[in-house]
């Protein structure tokens, strides 16, 4: 399943303005203003700007340690994972 993604939407949502939106994945100014007009934007921005803007991640937080624990996680201790996702979830309500 395929969700749409309205860049000029959560950038309005978010009170940003287009420099300091793109900025944060990468993508110049005037590159986003053509993704915010209609153009196709590839995966990978597409992904970022999810990853960045919806889900709220900061990349530069990331260390590739804790993603390699994460997937781990992921793999081989399931439970262990969505125990830990609710438990993070209740410390946050």
């Known amino acids: 399943m395929t969700t749409t993604l309205n860049p000029k939407q ?8 287009q420099q300091d939106f793109w900025s944060q ?15 196709a934007m590839p995966k990978p921005v597409r992904e970022l700007l999810r990853v960045v803007h919806v889900e709220g991640i900061d990349l530069a ?15 081989q201790q399931p439970n262990l994972l969505q125990d830990l996702i609710r438990k993070s ?4 309500e």
């Open 25 to 39: 994945i990468g993508v110049t100014q005037s590159g986003g203003s053509r993704y915010e007009s209609g153009r």
């Open 89 to 92: 979830a209740q410390v946050g």
């Open 61 to 75: 937080a990331l260390r590739k340690e804790e993603i390699q624990a994460l997937n781990y996680l992921r793999e």
């Open 10 to 17: 959560i950038r309005k949502q978010l009170g940003m303005n």
